[in-house]
């Protein structure tokens, strides 16, 4: 496809589009390699106004102060909007990922509209609830009738920072809660995928969310470093590596501002002795080549029972072997391309690397012949890893996976926990019971057995142990990370 027709100034501030005065981002499409479109950036006047913006509207403006079912409407028209451009979004989406087309329907532009029309729904939350009065006595005989009112409030300005793996779903799983709680949000997405969220600001001013409700900005590192120490900003909700979200725990640290991060992961899939070892092969592929291993609950460390090893590596060799690698836009695609040419040469060094140290390429391990543009890398699995090598211990963020043995469950439990992250983990198991007792003693923030539901669940809570993360999104619980609570104490004389 061509450049994306979107507005081509590419801040949307206070209600506005304007040009941003930072630098200019040519932004990439990763099938290809050719230039979408040159973004010019948000300088600091763009997020200076961004952030006045949303202070005035969380202070003085009519969000704050709106009752849940007026910001629940809004939300139904901001969702009713997105819903008549879904096809649109799919070419937008595929553009700047270059995640196929099939997964993109689904996954990034699918499951994200539901994720909005869960948070129009929730924002009809009742911000008041109660305690039971009590009656106190007191010295001069008489009795006081007293209760505690407790109120949920918005935080106020919300500053959300996003990454380019999943960008439609990863920033309207920030603004759905964060407007649904009645904040106001500045937006700051990758600048790899700055589309899909420009997109949304364009619909926000369809449906006529007031003026600096939700800003949008783009830029890098310095864009993101602004908002993070900012003291204006009264929650920093940060989705991307565990480095950056260390640097932005330390930026809020002064000003104690509030931090909620998700962060990266070194996910393991367990497969018991027990297993349907073509639901193991089916389950630990698609972990591997879904988006090119471009996201963050993958599970990319293997660890098969000795007695099913051999069997596993058969299988997941030969469904690897017959993955067609190339253009996100063919029905027949099983996997695309990754976002850069950076990202290639990250993944072909931890494989060299692994490969250097002793581990076997069972399949994979090298660029595609065929796709050719783009910035493809072969759906790769390696055996003879130990858990301590870098390959088994450090975020690849691309489409490798590692296998390593194990005798018993507490063995499996020891090496899925030996790892700085915390973020998912899976097992497949014919023993329901089994495998849930075992998914109990893993330090992670999720497990699917059996491939689980296969998709992130607004209603479910998600995020990460360890350095996998802080707080979480979904569910009733990541609605109430958006709020803070006021206890009003009154008596009746
Ligand atoms: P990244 O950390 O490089 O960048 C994420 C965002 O932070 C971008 O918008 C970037 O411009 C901004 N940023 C960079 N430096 C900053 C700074 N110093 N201050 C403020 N903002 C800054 O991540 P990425 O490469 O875009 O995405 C991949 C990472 O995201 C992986 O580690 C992946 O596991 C993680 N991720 C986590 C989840 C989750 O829910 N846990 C979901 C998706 C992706």
Not at 30 to 49: E, F, M, N, Q, S
Not at 65 to 90: C, D, F, K, N
Not at 186 to 201: F, I, M, N, W
């Amino acid at each position: 496809m061509g450049p994306v027709n979107l507005p081509p100034a590419a801040q949307f501030v206070a209600g506005d589009w304007r040009a941003g005065t930072g630098a200019v981002e040519t932004v990439l499409e990763p099938a290809t390699g050719r230039p979408l479109g040159d973004v010019a950036g948000a300088g600091a006047a763009d997020v200076d106004a961004a952030l006045a913006g949303a202070r005035t509207a969380a202070d003085t403006g009519p969000w704050a102060r709106a009752t849940p079912r007026e910001r629940s409407e809004a939300l139904y028209r901001l969702h009713g909007v997105l819903t008549g451009w879904t096809e649109r979004l799919v070419e937008i989406v595929v553009a700047e990922t270059g995640c196929p087309v099939g997964l993109t329907r689904g996954q990034q532009v699918g499951l994200p509209l539901r994720h909005l029309e869960h948070w129009a729904e929730a924002a009809r939350r009742p911000q008041l609830s109660g305690r039971p009065p009590v009656l106190t006595p007191r010295s001069d005989g008489t009795t006081m009738l007293g209760s505690w009112a407790v109120r949920r409030e918005p935080y106020g300005v919300v500053a959300a920072i996003t990454p380019y793996n999943f960008p439609l779903l990863e920033n309207i799983m920030k603004i759905g809660p964060a407007l649904a709680a009645g904040n106001s949000v500045v937006l700051k997405p990758s600048p790899l995928t700055p589309y899909s969220a420009l997109v949304l600001a364009a619909a926000a001013q369809d449906a006529g969310l007031p003026a600096g409700v939700l800003s949008v900005i783009t830029g890098g590192a310095d864009t993101g470093a602004a908002l993070t120490t900012d003291p204006r900003v009264d929650l920093v909700s940060f989705t991307g590596s565990d480095a950056v979200g260390a640097a932005i725990l330390a930026a809020a640290a002064p000003r104690t501002t509030k931090v909620l991060l998700e962060l990266g992961g070194k996910s393991a899939l367990i497969v018991r002795a027990d297993a349907d070892v073509e639901l193991a092969a089916r389950i630990g592929v698609q972990n591997i080549t879904t988006h090119a291993g471009q996201g963050c609950a993958l599970a990319t460390r293997h660890l098969v029972h000795h007695r099913v090893r051999t069997a596993y590596l058969d299988r997941v060799r030969a469904l690897l072997d017959a993955t067609v690698v190339g253009d996100p836009w063919d029905a027949a695609t099983g996997m695309g391309p990754l976002i850069r040419a950076a990202a290639v040469e990250r993944v072909a060094g931890h494989v060299d690397r692994a490969v250097a140290a002793g581990a076997t390429v069972v399949s994979g391990g090298e660029r595609p012949v065929e796709a050719v543009g783009g910035f493809y890398y072969r759906p790769t699995i390696l055996s003879d890893v130990d858990n301590s090598w870098p390959v088994a211990q450090q975020e690849i963020f691309g489409p490798v996976g590692v296998v390593i043995g194990f005798g018993d469950d507490d063995e499996a439990v020891a090496i899925a926990n030996d790892s700085p992250y915390g973020l998912a983990g899976h097992v497949v198991s014919a023993d329901a019971g089994g495998a849930f007792a075992l998914a109990c003693r893993l330090r992670t923030g999720t497990v699917d057995i059996n491939g689980g539901p296969g998709y992130t669940n607004p209603g479910v809570p998600f995020g990460g142990y360890k350095r996998s993360g802080l707080g979480r999104e979904n569910g009733s619980e990541g609605l109430d990370e958006y709020t803070q609570l006021k206890t009003i104490k009154y008596h009746g004389g």
